[in-house]
């Protein structure tokens, strides 16, 4: 079982071997209005969606909680707040079950959604080593994986996340939270190449999105001032154009990197992997320059309990298990202190 709460989402998969037997996503939609996740209402939801998000899995996969032999469940990072209702539901209910619990790092589990099988419909997996990009609400990083615990970062934002671009672009046209599949859904009326954004001067494989963000508030800003209908005669473009930025901006520096160190293998990973335009955009680029790529289904890019549940099997499976005192961490990578073998 694999129970995720970093964020907005209250997810509980069940996983047998590598498929997927059920995967329950409660999403909050208090956050809407608000251009963000609020952490007060987020960890208010995830106590009032864990019981009946658990039950609903198991009832999915036509189990009992006591056909469950281990429980994995994310422990940073994310919203403090929101993880501690996981992770204490987690350890309550494997300790009343007598259960090894194994803790996850988000930002890992995302990398190898795309390993999870689905029930009659079988996918070629990505071989190690890989290169991964993570782009998603809350980071955006290039990653060397040689292996499922063998994790290197290359490169990262110094500001902004990609899907952080996204969903402050929604707010400034007045869209809700989160606004990234709005605007990858606008963009598809739009002309990506009618309006123009600077891209960011960075180092090589870093990326930054504040000033993007910025340009298209004061693009906006200053047409307002003309024209009061400028967002609503024009959002389709915007948001094409907007769009069109970010995926050159995330293809660039990935192909490049891919160039740079070697790699064959390309995965997408994370929220902003759901996004029509890149998707096809990689998979396009990589049949040109001769690279795999591998991308989640829809279901596994934004957050899911399943991506908990497949690290949490593979590491169970290599012996490594979490004792009960483990912690939460709102950012950075701290779990491999948690993890003890044998
Ligand atoms: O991975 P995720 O669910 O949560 C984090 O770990 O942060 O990613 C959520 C992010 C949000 O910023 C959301 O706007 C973005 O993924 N996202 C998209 C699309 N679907 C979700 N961005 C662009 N296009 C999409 N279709
Ligand atoms: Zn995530």
Redesign the pocket.
């Known amino acids: 079982m694999g129970i995720e709460t970093s ?1 907005d989402e209250t997810s509980v998969a069940i996983l047998h071997d590598d498929t997927l037997i059920s995967n329950i996503t409660a999403t909050q939609d208090v956050h809407a209005s608000y251009g963000g996740v609020v952490p007060e209402l987020a960890s208010r939801a995830h106590t009032q969606n864990i019981i009946p998000v658990i039950h609903t899995a198991l009832q999915y996969a036509n189990l009992h909680k006591k056909d469950v032999n281990v429980v994995a469940f994310t422990l940073g990072p994310g919203l403090v707040g929101s993880l501690m209702v996981g992770i204490s539901f987690a350890k309550s209910f494997a300790q009343a079950l007598n259960l090894p619990i194994v803790a996850i790092d ?1 930002l890992y589990a ?1 990398v190898f959604a795309s390993f999870i099988q689905f029930p009659n419909e079988k996918h070629e997996v990505p071989s190690f080593p890989f290169l991964c990009l993570t782009a ?3 980071h955006t990083q290039l990653l060397r994986v040689k292996d499922f615990t063998d994790i290197e970062i290359i490169g990262q934002t110094i500001d902004d996340a990609a ?2 671009a ?2 402050k672009a929604a707010k400034i046209l007045g869209l809700p939270y ?4 709005l ?2 859904e606008l963009a598809k009326k739009g002309n990506p190449f009618y309006f123009s954004f600077p891209k960011p001067k960075v180092a090589d494989f870093q990326f930054s999105f504040s000033g993007l963000k910025t340009s298209l508030l004061y693009l906006v800003r200053d047409n307002l001032k003309d024209d009061p209908g400028f967002i609503n005669k024009y959002k389709e473009h915007l948001a094409a154009s907007y769009q069109r930025t970010i995926i050159e901006i995330l293809t660039e520096k990935t192909f490049k990197a891919a160039e740079t160190f070697g790699f064959k293998n390309i995965v997408l990973a ?3 992997s ?3 335009e890149l998707r096809k955009t990689f998979i396009d680029k990589g049949k040109e320059l001769g690279y795999k790529i591998y991308i989640p289904p829809l279901s596994l890019t ?2 899911n309990g399943a991506m908990i549940a497949f690290l949490g099997k593979i590491l169970y499976e290599r012996g490594i298990t979490s004792s009960l005192d483990v912690k939460q961490y709102a950012t950075g990578e701290k779990y491999k202190k948690y993890h003890s073998k044998g």
């Open positions: 964020c988000h995302h998603s609400g809350g899907g952080e996204f969903d989160p606004g990234g599949p605007i990858d994370g929220g902003v759901a996004n029509s934004t957050d």
